[in-house]
C-alpha cells in the first residue's frame, strides 16, 4: 500500500525511532508499504518515519547504472549501529520529506554498520560510496535528523525562505 510521505517541517519527523523487537508479518507488511511508497515516489532511500512510523528501519535501493532500479539489490536495514566510520565525502542530497531540494552535505567516506534483515539475523558490513552516503542519511531520519539541519547557516537561511515562498504559492 502506498502511504503518504511526511514533508518538512512535519513534527513527526524529529521524533527518534524506537529498535524493532518482533520480526514478524506486521514487520512485513511495514517493509512492503515502505517499498511500495519509495518506489512511487521515485526515491532511492526511505525510512520507516516518513511515512509516520517510529521504527528503526530503512530501505535503500540503488539505482543502476543502465538506469534501471532492481529489487534484487534492496536492503532492508532494521535496528542499525555504527561500528565505524571514516573519510569524509561531499554529494548533492535529495530526500523524499524535502522534495524539490538538493544541496552538497558532508559525510563520512566509509561507513560499517551492523543490522537486522526482515528476519532478525544479525549483520556486519562495511559500505562505500553512495550506498555509505544512502546510509548515513537515513540514519539521520532515524534520530529525527534531516539533511538540511546539515547545511552551512548560509545555505540553511537561503533554503528556509526559498521553502516559505514555495509554501505561499502552494507549491
Ligand atoms: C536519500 O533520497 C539519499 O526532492 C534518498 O522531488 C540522498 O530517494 C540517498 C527524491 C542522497 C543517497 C544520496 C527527492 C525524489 C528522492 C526529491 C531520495 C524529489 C523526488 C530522494
Ligand atoms: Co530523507
Request: glycine share 6%; charged share 30%.
Amino acid at each position: 500500500m502506498i502511504r503518504e510521505i511526511l514533508v518538512y517541517p512535519d513534527k513527526r519527523l524529529r521524533e527518534p525511532s524506537q529498535d524493532i523487537t518482533h520480526f514478524d508479518a506486521s514487520l512485513h507488511a511495514l517493509l512492503q508499504d515502505m517499498y511500495d511508497t519509495m518506489i512511487h515516489k521515485e526515491g532511492i532511500g526511505l525510512a520507516a518515519i516518513q511515512i509516520g512510523v517510529a521504527s528503526n528501519v530503512l530501505l535503500i535501493n540503488l539505482v543502476e547504472e543502465d538506469g534501471t532500479q532492481n529489487k534484487e539489490n534492496l536492503y532492508e536495514i532494521i535496528n542499525p549501529v555504527v561500528l565505524e566510520k571514516n573519510g569524509i565525502t561531499v554529494y548533492q542530497e535529495g530526500c523524499l520529506s524535502v522534495p524539490g531540494y538538493y544541496e552538497e552535505v558532508e559525510r563520512a567516506e566509509r561507513i560499517k554498520i551492523s543490522y537486522r534483515d526482515r528476519d532478525g539475523k544479525a549483520h556486519e558490513k562495511e559500505f562505500t560510496d553512495l550506498m555509505a552516503i544512502a546510509i548515513q542519511h537515513e540514519m539521520d531520519h532515524l534520530s529525527g535528523r534531516l539533511f538540511i539541519e546539515k547545511l552551512s547557516y548560509l545555505k540553511r537561511k537561503k533554503f528556509d525562505k526559498e521553502w516559505k515562498k514555495k509554501q505561499k504559492v502552494g507549491k
